[in-house]
Nanobody
Framework: QVQLVESGGGLVQAGGSLRLSCAAS????????MNWYRQAPGKQRELVAT???????DYADSVKGRFTISRDNAKKTVYLQMNSLKPEDTAVYYC?????????WGQGTQVTVSS
């Protein structure tokens, strides 16, 4: 059974940093693309960052240059380093993996950026 458990969210002032972690189990972590999404109140869930099994990364335009996604295959963990945070980054952040036709999600971790 696939499980994704996020941690690391919290309250931070604008300009600050946070690092999110997502620990995966029940899957062959190293061969899968991992994603971070976020959902702000009243808005659709949006893709923030992606990292492939080979380490290639991609980012939403809104976070490029500020966020960095990385992975540790030995720990089966994907990270999202968030720097220069802005109030508009406030959202629940979700870890995601797609296995075949199915999407799996973590429970989410709240990130709140105060101005």
């Amino acid at each position: 059974q696939v499980q994704l458990v996020e941690s690391g969210g919290g309250l931070v002032q604008a300009g600050g940093s946070l690092r999110l972690s997502c620990a995966a189990s029940g899957m062959i972590f190293a061969i899968n693309t991992m994603n971070w999404y976020r959902q702000a109140p009243g808005k659709q869930r949006e893709l923030v960052a992606t990292i492939t099994s080979g380490g290639s990364t991609d980012y939403a335009d809104s976070v490029k240059g500020r966020f960095t996604i990385s992975r540790d295959n030995a720990k089966k963990t994907v990270y999202l380093q968030m720097n220069s945070l802005k109030p508009e980054d406030t959202a629940v952040y979700y870890c995601n993996v797609r296995l075949g036709p199915r999407d799996f999600w973590g429970q989410g971790t709240q990130v709140t950026v105060s101005s």
